[in-house]
């Protein structure tokens, strides 16, 4: 396809970063994302394979440097390694990087293939390194699979970012224990405010931890120093003196990060979301299966709002109908 303008949204932010959810299926069940008894979309209502290549495609002749594939679980979907090989093909040629978010479950299985295919490095969702609140958090994951995934991702080259949703009452007093286990084994560590979207079977305040206070207590036992470091998301981040590793801050409720926001979410539908925290979306199925992609993209582009609208009160509705497990959080 012909080459197409920069993609900058109407509040001159320049797009740089897409994130795919490919599937929104997961293996497991986190409290703060999901209910237990979840709904998933039927199979045939996700995009094929060479639909969401071709999407990435366009988006890479637009100016996006980086891709990062989500869910739900992405390994749980049978040909994710197929996309990320024919996404890869752009590196060196207008894409910078492509990398993945993961639970973890599947990826000593994957990481070999993960490094072939050129993935440098992802993200591994680890809220607990105590098996019975891992098991309690996610309603029945196996602590030990998450492990021996991590090892793998190493052992294969793949660098490792841990990320750690913070939560009251749950995994706050692991903390400081987990910062200091991930630098012994060479990992950033992302810290993450719980982010109301969908519902849960639980209320939201409950667990709800601001990271203002977190950070405040790290301070007290790690030398922490800011670094202007930045990977296309939303993380602050401070590297951890005596260590090499960078400790990065996700606070979309206590201290909003929208001003710079470069990024736009296609879920595995096909809706192509501007903003986290907002349920209008525009539809990718429909432009691809007609002749409108770049049209779709635009008027999207458009809609982007300025920030999003998150808020965690008593009584107080989800930001958006659907789940974290849709776009990837």
Known sequence: MAAAPALIDAHGRTIEYLRISVTDRCDLRCRYCMSE??????RDALLRLDELALVADRFVARGVRKIRLTGGEPLVRGDTMELVRRIARHLG???DEITLTTNGTRLAEHA???REAGMRRINVSLDSRDPAVFRHITRHGDLSKVLAGIAAAQAAGLAVKLNMVALKGLNEDEIPAMLDWAAARGMDLTLIETMPLGEVDEDRVDR???LTGVLAALRARFELI???????????YWRVAGT???LGLITPLSANFCDGCNRVRLASDGKLYMCLGHDE???IKAALRGDGLDEAI???LRRKPARHDFRIAAGAAPATRRHMSVTGG
């Open 37 to 42: 008894h979840m709904r998933f979309l039927p």
């Open 226 to 236: 800011p670094d202007t470091h930045r990977t296309g998301g939303p993380a602050r």
């Open 281 to 283: 979306g525009v539809d």
């Open 112 to 114: 070999e293939a993960l």
């Open 298 to 300: 635009d008027a999207a």
């Open 244 to 246: 090499g590793m960078r």
């Open 93 to 95: 040629a207008g894409l």
């Open 208 to 210: 709800f931890l601001p």
